[in-house]
């Protein structure tokens, strides 16, 4: 009886041990599962951190280039607006007028002709004077004249200047005249103004560059160990950067893609307050900007990937704890 109390006595401790072990055990999983769960919340948090960060930047470089483009395209429009003033002879046959137009219209520097008569341009005069003087004088002393535009690659005093002295050769023609200091004026510039923007987008493609590769040089700082360990482990270099370079693509194109939205938005708030900018609007390149933003996300994210994943990998053990 004694022999079978205490093979019972040991039996009930050994049970008594076991339910304690597996409840040790189920306390250190739910403990691994909160810690993974944990881990995985602050490392989606660093992801859209991160996403967030590089795409804010992308939209400042967007905007910048933008403006560039728009500038140069303003430029254009003003020079394609400045006006060349074709006064014909008086008693010049229409037919010899519409001849001189078609003439011109061949020419390759020309844009654009217009032919006013007398009462438009007399119109026009009283619209931008404010007297009328039709009313004082009785008649209209204006002859019929021909408005010429030309194309914003030849919107220059020289180009302007030669054009005009072949035009002076024809016979209807009594006289030729435009703006020459203000074409002067606009040239310089617009020169000046291209020059600077230019500088400003390249400073800010290189300061949007470096802000991308220091956040992504963070984030592969932070795993830095993790590298080291694949490496004694036997890991080659090129299976140690494949995840990293592609989860470095994958957050380039995401935040170029939220770049792109908020820009797009950007743009219809702009020009819904200011129509006026829509007649520079050039829909081909905001295309290009667009492009360049999603190839300028993926491709910067992936160098400093890259170089970042290098430098780690070619470090020295002793130098992972600086």
Same mark, same amino acid.
């Given at each position: 009886?004694?022999?079978?109390?205490?093979?019972?006595?040991?039996?009930?401790?050994? !049970?008594?041990?076991?339910?304690?072990?597996?409840?040790?055990?189920?306390?250190?999983?739910?403990?691994?599962?909160?810690?993974?769960?944990?881990?995985?919340?602050? #490392?989606?948090?660093?992801?859209?951190?991160?996403?967030?960060?590089?795409?804010?930047?992308?939209?400042?470089?967007?905007?910048?280039?933008?403006?560039?483009?728009?500038?140069?395209?303003?430029?254009?429009?003003?020079?394609?607006?400045?006006?060349?003033?074709?006064?014909?002879?008086? !008693?010049?046959?229409?037919?010899?007028?519409?001849?001189?137009?078609?003439?011109?219209?061949?020419?390759?520097?020309?844009?654009?002709?217009? #032919?006013?008569?007398?009462?438009?341009?007399? !119109?026009?005069?009283?619209?931008?004077?404010?007297?009328?003087?039709?009313?004082?004088?009785?008649?209209?002393?204006?002859?019929?004249?021909?408005?010429?535009?030309?194309?914003?690659?030849?919107?220059?005093?020289?180009?302007?200047?030669?054009?005009?002295?072949?035009?002076?050769?024809?016979?209807?023609?009594?006289?030729?005249?435009?703006?020459?200091?203000?074409?002067?004026?606009?040239?310089?510039?617009?020169?000046?103004?291209?020059?600077? #923007?230019?500088?400003?987008?390249?400073?800010?493609?290189?300061?949007?560059?470096?802000?991308?590769?220091?956040?992504?040089?963070?984030?592969?700082?932070?795993?830095?160990?993790?590298?080291?360990?694949?490496?004694?482990?036997?890991?080659?270099?090129?299976?140690?950067?494949?995840?990293?370079?592609?989860?470095?693509?994958?957050?380039?194109?995401?935040?170029?893609?939220?770049?792109?939205?908020?820009?797009?938005?950007?743009?219809?708030?702009?020009?819904?307050?200011?129509?006026?900018?829509?007649?520079?609007?050039?829909?081909?390149?905001?295309?290009?900007?667009?492009?360049?933003?999603?190839?300028?996300?993926?491709?910067?994210?992936?160098?400093?990937?890259?170089?970042?994943?290098?430098?780690?990998?070619?470090?020295?053990?002793?130098?992972?704890?600086?």
């Amino acid at each position: 009886m004694k022999i079978y109390l205490q093979r019972y006595d040991i039996v009930e401790k050994e !049970d008594n041990n076991c339910s304690n072990r597996l409840s040790v055990d189920i306390v250190n999983i739910a403990i691994f599962v909160h810690m993974s769960s944990k881990k995985k919340f602050r #490392l989606g948090g660093s992801y859209i951190t991160m996403i967030i960060s590089i795409s804010l930047v992308l939209l400042i470089l967007g905007l910048t280039a933008l403006l560039l483009l728009h500038s140069g395209r303003l430029s254009n429009y003003i020079k394609e607006n400045i006006v060349m003033t074709v006064m014909f002879r008086e !008693d010049v046959p229409q037919a010899e007028m519409l001849s001189l137009q078609k003439k011109l219209e061949l020419d390759s520097r020309v844009k654009s002709t217009l #032919l006013v008569s007398p009462q438009e341009a007399a !119109d026009r005069l009283v619209e931008d004077t404010g007297e009328d003087f039709i009313s004082f004088l009785g008649y209209i002393p204006l002859p019929y004249s021909l408005d010429v535009t030309v194309k914003s690659d030849f919107a220059t005093p020289e180009v302007l200047d030669e054009l005009s002295n072949s035009i002076k050769t024809e016979s209807a023609v009594g006289n030729v005249y435009y703006q020459k200091a203000l074409v002067q004026e606009i040239n310089v510039n617009a020169g000046r103004i291209s020059l600077f #923007l230019l500088g400003f987008a390249l400073l800010v493609f290189i300061i949007s560059f470096g802000l991308i590769s220091n956040t992504i040089r963070l984030a592969v700082y932070s795993r830095r160990f993790l590298i080291r360990s694949m490496l004694l482990v036997g890991a080659t270099r090129r299976f140690i950067r494949r995840p990293y370079l592609l989860q470095a693509v994958w957050m380039g194109a995401v935040a170029s893609l939220i770049a792109i939205v908020l820009l797009e938005s950007l743009l219809v708030v702009i020009y819904k307050q200011l129509p006026e900018l829509q007649i520079i609007q050039s829909d081909i390149q905001v295309a290009m900007v667009f492009g360049g933003l999603l190839f300028s996300g993926i491709f910067i994210s992936w160098l400093s990937s890259f170089t970042a994943l290098n430098r780690y990998i070619k470090m020295k053990t002793d130098y992972l704890y600086i």
